[in-house]
């Protein structure tokens, strides 16, 4: 059986219901609050997208480091969800168990300690590909059980 995943999630699941209530409430500019420390496709572009002359894209937040966030929070005394606190420290909360997370072990770790339900029904849904990454040694450990072809060491 072949499971494929891609970037077509984030798109079907965020981007496209994002430009639909855009285009449903009459707004021309997608303002979000990604910043380029959180790393991936975050790092590339800058804080503003151009469609010739027109503005289409807004990223007030692309150049905020942590310490800058960490000192805003504080400074405003912003209420986090309990995520982001001990004994949690999630550093990110999108997609619960997404493959393409670059913190991937991390936050499955953190959930098999503190949410193991989460981490369960993660490890259900996206089976195929948490095992192929763990066949090669992509973002996932393996399991203290499992084995390759690559391990047999022969007689």
């Excluded at 953190?110 to 490890?123: D, V």
């Excluded at 996206?126 to 499992?146: A, M, T």
């Amino acid at each position: 059986m072949t499971f494929c995943i891609s970037d077509l999630c984030c798109q079907k699941l965020k981007k496209d219901n994002a430009h639909k209530w855009q285009e449903e409430s009459g707004r021309t500019i997608t303002m979000t609050g990604i910043r380029a420390e959180e790393g991936g496709m975050r790092t590339q572009g800058g804080c503003t997208v151009f469609d010739e002359d027109k503005l289409v894209k807004f990223h007030p937040l692309k150049v905020v480091d942590e310490n800058w966030e960490n000192e805003f929070i504080k400074r405003y005394n912003i209420k986090l969800c309990k995520l982001y606190s001990p004994p949690y420290n999630f550093k990110r909360t999108g997609c619960r168990g997404c493959p393409f997370a670059l913190d991937l072990q991390e936050q499955l770790d953190k959930m098999k300690e503190f949410l193991p339900l989460e981490e369960k029904a993660c490890e259900m849904l996206w089976e195929p590909v948490y095992s192929e990454y763990r066949r090669l040694g992509y973002r996932l450990k393996k399991k203290s059980n499992q084995i390759s072809l690559f391990d047999y060491k022969g007689e």
